[in-house]
DNA sequence: GTGGTCTAGACCACA
DNA sequence: GTGGTCTAGACCACA
């Protein structure tokens, strides 16, 4: 379900984080769905169960995921808004910005930086 | 002489590492050239002189700064490919591969991504 | 656990490296066993704990320690060879030759330096 | 006339210091002997004479050496027990307690460090 | 509980 | 002038 990088330099929380929130915002995650529980997702990562936990309280908290006692959570109920293309872009312009920066400190040219990114894109980098 | 970002959530000493690192590879800092001092450079960006030079120590660990005793650090030679495209190229794959990751579990396609990148780019993003 | 001389000249942090190379080398700590924790050390020798730290951070970016988000500092994995004899020797050669040459120059004879070194063998030196 | 080593982490004053001292105490510099300048010693070793005169500063705060104005200084008169035997070996039990304390560290056995010693002792290393 | 980062500020070593 | 080391102590991130 989730694609975690131990030794990325994130913290493991954060990935999960921002991967429910990036499903969430592109519909592959609909409204309702119940998640996987704590428990199950530790298991399967290998993971503490206090990183998971973490990573649904700040998800709660952000109004993404709802809490159903004895229950699995689920995906909240999302506003139109949040799911359109402009705040599915929004979501990466900080990383984006980051990277044009780091490009052209190397000086690194845009069509260098766009024969990269189109690389990476055709490599399927799921792993 | 640095842009950092000491909210970015990336340690400052860590911003200064990359961007020496950075600047290194694309001959802006060429060989035998003097760095800022430590305590100048703290100043300049109201810094702990300490946090600088940790940065400092961690580029000299990894051979691209020399300490000359009582006077400025200095860039180290550096060998050839260390500044060639590709070696430049590969100081941001993994940024690259990660943003194309985002991109892809939000659902953009690769020319939603390539608008970005063409926009940020032509922004002044260089503060 | 460590031998730490304040007054020595040698800044305590590399003390502290230079013992756990040796610890490493000569099998006294084993791949994988944990490290006492930063604080604790530092309660112990009653010295600051970036002090610690510091030699902690370098034994990890030379590959002999492991961070573990949350948990000690491991030894990690070595290479057979690095624990062999003359792996072991040859960490303390410059300092042999260092006493060679200082003795040389105060013109004792071998004989009374080797005496000198079994004096101080016997002793135990040990703090 | 010295034999300094820049870069073997030991400040180049305390080198001088240190050599004078033994070649004081083993009668190879007699009293009265006149030293070389310091801008002599300065452009030999290319250092900055800052660098020598805090040695010969030291010296001569030990009695060591005698300041002799718009004369080279010299060796100071020495007393008898300062050459003998003893005190020559005590100057060097410091560098050989440490040597031993690391040694064991490493669990090396007395025979493989006083081999490793011997072996020093005939190569020359006078370099 | 674990380690990491940072500041304020002292004091040292070297040129 | 240069850089290095250390402490006291705050606050953060992770498990």
């Not at 995906?75 to 139109?80: C, K, Y």
């Amino acid at each position: 379900m989730f694609i975690l990088k131990p030794n990325s330099g994130i913290p493991i929380y954060r990935q999960i984080v921002e991967q429910v929130r990036r499903m969430v915002a592109s519909g592959q995650l609909a409204p309702g769905t119940p998640l996987p529980s704590v428990r199950e997702l530790a298991l399967q990562h290998t993971v503490h169960h206090m990183t998971i936990s973490k990573a649904y309280s700040q998800l709660e908290a952000e109004g993404l995921l709802e809490r159903n006692r004895g229950k699995p959570m689920t995906v909240a109920a999302v506003r139109r808004e949040q799911t359109g293309l402009q705040t599915r872009v929004r979501q990466i312009e900080p990383q984006a910005e980051a990277l044009v920066l780091a490009a052209k400190q190397l000086q690194l040219s845009a069509a260098d930086l766009s024969r990269l990114i189109k690389k990476k894109w055709e490599e399927d980098s799921n792993e």
